[in-house]
């Protein structure tokens, strides 16, 4: 009794050991049906039938119509010759153009330029490196409070994709989309979580070798392609190959388990998402301002 006491005490163990991997599928099918259900309401939303000028039915938006105008040439209308009518309507037009104001210039666009391409690439850079420093500063927090890191070796590539793109969208004055920022968080997080729970599922039942490495890496690229809610991030790929590596060699991270998808993963890509965009939005202001007044 005590034997079969114990056994089924392992097998409860193993069985909740998947309950992350559970959890975690299960939010990504409901984040990605939600994402289906709001394209789905906009695609019939741009599909609705509207009436144009003419009576008929037009799909999507209004047909664009241009209004000609037809002079009529009659030789006398309300009593009065033609050579009378337009002697009467120069005269209006010069009395009409001498009492106008003169015209307002055109304003000139607003500039969100930061600078040229030097200082591009050194707001690029700086970007960059606060961002990892303060992620692996929150990272040593969340290491010796709950054991779980924010780091990988990965997330330097990682860095230096999302402050070239925190740079560009400063450059054109789009720092702060929210739509964009969630789009871009949404995409990476699904991406990578994904993939890295693939990769361990591999490494756990098909062992931790190099056929495993390169059938992790495929099947996390099919798995980028396949999924609606995922975007394809090649970087997945490094996060893939330090797993098995790591479990080839019995390292550390291997015995994060499922929770590696999770931490530093997916939570650190995140994270450097918003902090990139937050580092590149503070940066950015001053180099405004010394644009403006250069100009």
Avoid: N
């Avoid at 037809?70 to 120069?90: A, I, N, T």
């Amino acid at each position: 009794d005590k034997h079969q006491h114990q056994k089924r005490s392992v097998v409860g163990l193993d069985s909740l050991a998947y309950l992350p991997v559970l959890m975690a599928f299960l939010l990504m099918w409901l984040l990605s049906a939600a994402l289906q259900l709001r394209e789905g309401s906009a695609f019939l939303a741009e599909r609705t039938m509207l009436p144009s000028t003419s009576g008929a039915l037009v799909v999507r938006h209004r047909l664009p119509v241009k209004h000609i105008a037809v002079k009529s040439e009659q030789r006398e209308s309300f009593g009065l010759p033609l050579s009378s009518r337009g002697r009467l309507q120069r005269s209006a037009e010069a009395s009409g153009e001498a009492a106008a104001p003169a015209a307002a210039p055109a304003a000139a666009p607003k500039s969100y330029s930061v600078g040229g391409g030097r200082i591009q690439a050194s707001l690029t850079a700086l970007v960059a490196g606060i961002s990892v420093g303060l992620l692996c500063s929150l990272g040593q927090y969340t290491s010796k409070s709950f054991g779980l890191p924010l780091w990988a070796p990965p997330l330097g590539a990682v860095s230096l994709i999302f402050a070239a793109e925190a740079t560009a969208a400063a450059q054109k004055g789009e720092i702060k989309s929210p739509g964009a920022l969630w789009q871009r968080s949404l995409k990476t997080g699904s991406a990578v979580v994904g993939a890295c729970l693939i990769t361990v599922f591999i490494s756990k039942h098909f062992g931790a070798t190099p056929l495993a490495r390169a059938a992790s890496v495929a099947v996390a690229s099919l798995y980028m392609s396949a999924m609606p809610l995922s975007g394809y991030f090649p970087p997945c790929g490094a996060f893939c190959v330090l797993f098995v590596d790591q479990a080839i060699a019995h390292g550390a991270i291997e015995r994060l388990g499922y929770m590696y998808a999770l931490f530093p993963c997916g939570v650190g890509t995140v994270l450097l998402v918003l902090l990139t965009r937050i580092v590149a939005g503070f940066v950015a202001t001053p180099l405004r301002a010394v644009e403006k007044r250069k100009a």
